[in-house]
């Protein structure tokens, strides 16, 4: 709950919480509230469990490269290029699913795999959280393992110059790329020049 001396400040207090639909992989949620100042409401949320996106980070004759996926996202009927990523399995390490979605997308290995952050995706409309991991000393040439709903992915190696043009392009649709390149570029930045 957000502190405040405003007495105006919008702070809701969850009255009731009701599941409206729910798959496999998401929930929705109405959750009625009622605020600081008497005021009630709803919310819709769209519940889901933490996503895990892997930023791949090979270093080839001082040549910088990271990996996408190209995925058909159904919502939109298109094919997007994303950076690897999969949702956290319940009783999982985050670590090691995080190596293993890396695996079975692009068929990398990766010997160091490390935590870099975590952001929200949408919070206006949902609770999720994306935590970003950056992968290193890279075995390229595996065989992908893909899930039936990952059925015709694409795995692709980019340098960071090339990926810089597909965003300067606009090329890449995908919202949660850019978060994730923004700190994909300050690891660098940081570590390694």
């Known amino acids: ?55 791949p980070l090979l270093i080839i004759n001082k040549v910088i490269y990271t990996y996408l996926v190209k995925q058909y996202r159904y919502p939109i009927a298109k094919e997007v290029w994303q950076f690897p990523m999969g949702t956290l399995e319940d009783g999982s390490e985050p670590l090691e699913q995080a190596k293993k979605e890396l695996q079975e997308e692009t068929g990398l290995i990766a010997d160091n795999i490390y935590f870099l952050n975590k952001y929200y995706i949408d919070p206006g409309l949902s609770r999720q959280q994306c935590y970003v991991f950056i992968a290193e000393a890279i075995t390229e040439g595996g065989k992908q393992m893909l899930e039936e709903s990952e059925a015709g992915m694409v795995a692709k190696r980019f340098t960071m110059d090339e990926l810089e043009i597909l965003i300067t392009d606009n090329k890449l649709i995908d919202g949660w790329i850019y978060p994730a390149y923004f700190l994909l570029k300050q690891y660098i930045n940081n570590k390694i020049i």
């Open 1 to 55: 709950m957000i502190k405040s001396n405003n007495k105006d400040l919008f702070i809701p207090q969850m009255t009731s919480k009701k599941t409206v639909i729910s798959s496999k992989w998401t929930e929705v949620v109405q959750e009625d509230f009622k605020t600081n100042n008497g005021r009630t409401g709803s919310y819709i949320i769209v519940e889901r469990k933490p996503a895990l996106m892997i930023l």
